[in-house]
């Protein structure tokens, strides 16, 4: 059995999808204006200056990666590029199944394995078997 489609309408849709961009401004413009008037426009990581147009590239990183944690000192707070941010919470921050971040991954043994750490004595016992 198909489920019956409902039409949605397109004035309830609107109104829904700018409130929604409402919220999300107000939530991000608040820590955000504070944080490019406390900081220079300046990415903390790779040092790339931002103004006029591209500085909407730059971005909020919340440094205990708590959201709600943003003292008004802006010291939970550091401007990165957008590459950057990604990097960041890319790299060293794993989101768990509560919907937060874990650092720091559990390294990974396998990765430490050589699989070329006996060539040398392989090698060295063929060259003396040749003399």
Not at 14 to 28: C, G, N, S
Request: proline share 5%.
């Amino acid at each position: 059995m198909r489920l019956k489609k409902t039409k949605i309408d397109p004035e309830q849709k609107a109104q829904f999808l700018a409130k929604v961009k409402q919220e999300k401004d107000a939530k991000q413009s608040g820590y955000r204006e504070r944080a490019l008037a406390l900081f220079p426009h300046i990415c903390g990581r790779c040092g790339r200056e931002f103004a006029g147009k591209n500085l909407a590239e730059l971005t909020v990183h919340h440094k205990d990666n708590n959201h709600l944690n943003n003292p008004p000192d802006g010291s939970n707070w550091e401007l990165l590029c957008v590459s950057c941010h990604d990097d960041v919470h890319q790299d060293g921050d794993r989101v768990n199944h509560f919907g937060g971040y874990a650092k720091g991954a559990a390294p990974d043994e396998s990765l430490s394995h050589n699989p070329f750490s006996g060539l040398k004595s392989i090698l060295g016992a063929d060259e003396k078997g040749v003399d």
